[in-house]
T-cell receptor, first 113, second 111 residues
Framework: ETGVTQTPRHLVMGMTNKKSLKCEQHLGHNAMYWYKQSAKKPLELMFV???????ENNSVPSRFSPECPNSSHLFLHLHTLQPEDSALYLC????????????FGPGTRLTVL | DAKTTQPTSMDCAEGRAANLPCNHSTISGNEYVYWYRQIHSQGPQYIIH???NNETNEMASLIITEDRKSSTLILPHATLRDTAVYYCIALHTGTASKLTFGTGTRLQVTL
């Protein structure tokens, strides 16, 4: 019912693996977001896309690479991650960037071994 | 965005109203009060937001004091599925992308 779906829901990967997280929103929104939520840190905004253009990139290491092929889909490509990258990765969308309510997906629980 | 203060935890009996307070004494005129909740290990769920007037939707009611320095989220008939961490956030339009959650209130609904 959230209108924002994320796959996979759980992911375990080694430090040398390459994997991708997928987010899809069915709400007709124009903006999409990636967040990281760690156990002992507040919610961290990673990337924002508005109409498929990246509009915010908050000092995220290059081992995280976002992709937004259209306004309904958002990917987060992962490579050579570190154990400290283990977290809940959340996707959200809003009608417009920076002015509207954000709706979140269920998240992907990532564990890096 | 203005800082918000919430109690760390609250308990509520199932079927009773849960009243969750939030202080935002430094809120500015164009900051909205937003409420989200997060059930353990799930994505945050939007509940409600308001500027000056009280608001109600199918999930909850939001009561904002006249001076806007505090608000209360009301879940009219709490159920076990309402057990979650509830976050109150003051947010400018125009910086709504900079959503951050504080520690929130952990609401435990009990039988």
């Amino acid at each position: 019912e959230t209108g924002v779906t994320q796959t996979p829901r759980h992911l375990v990967m080694g430090m040398t693996n390459k994997k991708s997280l997928k987010c899809e929103q069915h709400l007709g929104h124009n903006a999409m977001y990636w967040y990281k939520q760690s156990a002992k840190k507040p919610l961290e905004l990673m990337f924002v896309y508005s109409l498929e253009e990246r509009v915010e990139n908050n000092s995220v290491p290059s081992r995280f690479s976002p992709e937004c092929p259209n306004s309904s889909h958002l990917f987060l490509h992962l490579h050579t991650l570190q154990p400290e990258d283990s977290a809940l990765y959340l996707c959200a969308s809003s009608q417009e960037w920076a002015t509207d309510t954000q709706y979140f997906g269920p998240g992907t629980r990532l564990t890096v071994l | 965005d203005a800082k918000t203060t919430q109690p760390t935890s609250m308990d509520c009996a199932e079927g009773r109203a849960a009243n969750l307070p939030c202080n935002h004494s430094t809120i500015s005129g164009n900051e909205y009060v937003y409420w989200y909740r997060q059930i353990h290990s799930q994505g945050p769920q939007y509940i409600i937001h308001g500027l000056k007037n009280n608001e109600t939707n199918e999930m909850a009611s939001l009561i904002i004091t006249e001076d806007r320095k505090s608000s209360t989220l009301i879940l009219p008939h709490a159920t076990l599925r309402d057990t979650a961490v509830y976050y109150c956030i003051a947010l400018h339009t125009g910086t709504a992308s900079k959503l951050t959650f504080g520690t929130g209130t952990r609401l435990q609904v009990t039988l």
